[in-house]
């Protein structure tokens, strides 16, 4: 009899883990509002249809289920509403998560600030596909305490009435996660999608790792990049922003790619540009896009923006800053944690207050293909500081690829170089782009350290009067560098054209020599 009702009860289990594991496709009832909550944590529901209808939320819908489909009948046909004041409409526990062809509604409805109409509690992998999201008071997407939107697909996605940032990808602040340390995010892919005017920054992505004190009063950065592991932001409009379209901090790995940014709103304030990316910059490849600014805006506006002058220590979060007892760095947002550099441009004379600046400056920047439509409201088309190896015309496989520079005339300078430390250097312009030496501005230097183009020279092509054409920089040798009464060239152009900056960035000599190898400097 033991055995007998041994093997019953081993059936009945069996059984039971049969019905626990067994997909279920589900229906959704526009009326069963609860039902649909349970469905999306239950562990057997794998996909959730929903026929067109507004579906409105009263509580925060917790998706647990892994590789859970939601499917509507499209965009505008099937609502998924935030109805009350919560956090989030959706907040995602469970992985890979495939959702399409509907709207995700926040209502305007987010309890807090910075809360999402989606957010990644911890989980990575969503996909979304056909989706609008629209309504929130703060994000479309983001992570939860600091966590990434890891392996976050968007793909014919849709952004309208954001009033912050329609995506942020990672945000850094150490010490929400317990102190965990996040060196790379899973790659993000945005493709497609359509960022509606309203918003602030359509796609953000603040990284690195804060430590919020560092034993001597002052706070400072853990690691110096994350890696975005070869994010792709490509085929995406995005429509006037009132501060930026693209936004990163301490980002590497990314490809931008074939998007068209159609500038600031008019009412947008200072110091916004499409894309914007400062410290320890690295990596990041800019080709094929489509840059406007309407002549409406009131203030002059930058294209791109790529910046690295924040090397000073970073003052301690949540208390005043020894060093400049006016500032604060607090930990939940705001202006406040905005370091001011005027402690970087005291570097030379206060080396307690200088983090090597030179050392947070973007490395390995391409700029090729894109097209620079012509504004009176665009001041730089293109402006770097304290970088090296910033390649305008090619791509990171050596491909020459020509950007577009429209509307540059003779003295009107669109691209800059410059810094507050040594400067940007290791710059190739090549030739065939609009662009000659009177449109570059090439800044001092305000630290002590020697200008870093003395030694990795900002080179820009132009084409001679000759079937060649222009000369590479690995095919020239030019030596002493600095020189002070002669410079020695070695080329194998018959041709060519040279240019020779001071120490200021002035021009001191620019003319086409044939054959020469010994110049005299006046």
């Not at 410079?487 to 020599?513: C, L, P, Q, W």
Request: aromatic share 8%.
């Amino acid at each position: 009899m033991k055995i007998f009702y041994a093997r019953l009860l081993c059936i009945a289990i069996a059984n039971v883990l049969l019905i626990q594991v067994k997909a279920e496709t589900r229906t959704a009832d526009v009326n069963n509002i609860s039902q649909i909550i349970n469905w999306m944590k239950d562990g057997i529901t794998t996909k959730i249809i929903f026929p067109a209808g507004t579906y409105n939320f009263t509580s925060t819908i917790s998706l647990e289920n892994d590789d859970l489909i939601l499917e509507g009948s499209g965009m505008n046909e099937t609502i998924i509403r935030l109805a009350a004041k919560k956090n989030t409409l959706i907040d995602a526990k469970g992985n890979n998560a495939r959702i399409c062809k509907l709207t995700l509604d926040g209502g305007k409805n987010q309890k807090a600030w910075g809360n999402p109409i989606f957010r990644f509690n911890k989980s990575k992998g969503h996909h979304f596909e056909e989706v609008l999201f629209t309504n929130s008071l703060w994000m479309g997407i983001t992570g939860i305490n600091a966590y990434a939107t890891d392996g976050l697909h968007l793909i014919h996605c849709e952004f309208s009435n954001i009033d912050l940032m329609c995506l942020q990808i990672f945000n850094r602040n150490t010490n929400k996660r317990g102190g965990e340390v996040i060196t790379s995010v899973d790659k993000v892919v945005i493709d497609g999608c359509i960022f509606h005017e309203g918003y602030e920054t359509g796609v953000s992505s603040d990284n690195g790792n804060d430590r919020e004190d560092s034993g001597d009063g002052t706070g400072r950065r853990y690691t110096e990049s994350t890696s975005l592991s070869g994010t792709e932001i490509k085929n995406c409009v995005f429509h006037k922003s009132k501060q930026f379209h693209i936004a990163m901090v301490q980002s590497k790995n990314v490809l931008i790619q074939n998007n068209t940014f159609y500038g600031m709103t008019d009412d947008a304030g200072g110091g916004c540009q499409p894309i914007h990316m400062e410290q320890f910059t690295q990596n990041i490849e800019i080709y094929d896009n489509t840059f406007y600014m309407d002549n409406t805006v009131e203030q002059a506006y930058m294209y791109i923006h790529i910046n690295g002058t924040e090397g000073h220590k970073r003052v301690t979060q949540q208390r005043p800053s020894n060093t400049y007892a006016t500032w604060t760095y607090n930990v939940y947002g705001g202006n406040e944690r905005r370091a001011s550099t005027s402690c970087a441009k005291e570097g030379h004379i206060n080396k307690d207050c200088k983090r090597d600046v030179h050392a947070y400056g973007p490395r390995n920047i391409y700029i090729a293909g894109n097209t620079f439509n012509e504004s009176t409201m665009a001041s730089h088309y293109v402006s770097v500081n304290e970088g090296e190896n910033i390649q305008i015309g090619t791509k990171k496989d050596g491909t020459v690829s020509l950007n577009k520079f429209m509307g540059v005339s003779a003295g009107v300078v669109k691209i800059h170089f410059g810094g507050n430390d040594e400067g940007t250097g290791d710059v190739l312009i090549k030739a065939g782009q609009n662009i000659t030496v009177d449109n570059v501005e090439i800044k001092d230097v305000n630290f002590d350290l020697p200008a870093i183009r003395l030694k990795k020279p900002i080179v820009i092509e132009t084409k001679s009067d000759v079937s060649v054409n222009e000369i590479h920089r690995q095919d020239v040798l030019f030596y002493p560098n600095p020189a002070s009464n002669f410079i020695y060239i070695n080329s194998s152009e018959h041709e060519y054209s040279v240019s020779i900056f001071d120490i200021t960035g002035a021009v001191r000599m620019s003319s086409v020599k044939k054959k020469l190898r010994m110049i005299k400097l006046v």
